[in-house]
């Protein structure tokens, strides 16, 4: 029974990590395909990555700063 539940979630994995793969070079045809040049795609990329870090590094920071607050005993 574990065997296969194991199985199920496995599968799933390894779906999510090919759609991962394949999600580039689909979405950078449909940007060309809608008019914008491969130039313009690396643009938009690029700042929605620096804009995903920051929010990140803003979160973890916030996340520090409020254990920090909370003490050693919370």
């Known amino acids: 029974m ?3 539940n194991f ?3 496995q599968t799933a994995g390894d779906a999510l990590g090919a759609l ?4 580039p070079p689909v979405a950078v045809t ?3 395909l809608a008019g914008l040049s491969l130039e313009t ?3 938009i990329a690029t700042l929605s990555y ?3 870090q920051a929010a990140y590094l803003l979160w973890k920071w916030a996340r520090e ?3 920090k607050k909370a ?3 919370a």
């Open 20 to 23: 991962g793969k394949t999600s």
């Open 41 to 43: 795609w690396v643009a």
């Open 71 to 73: 003490g050693p005993d």
């Open 30 to 32: 449909g940007a060309m």
């Open 7 to 9: 199985s199920s979630h």
């Open 65 to 67: 700063l409020a254990a």
């Open 50 to 52: 620096i804009a995903l």
């Open 2 to 4: 574990m065997s296969s």
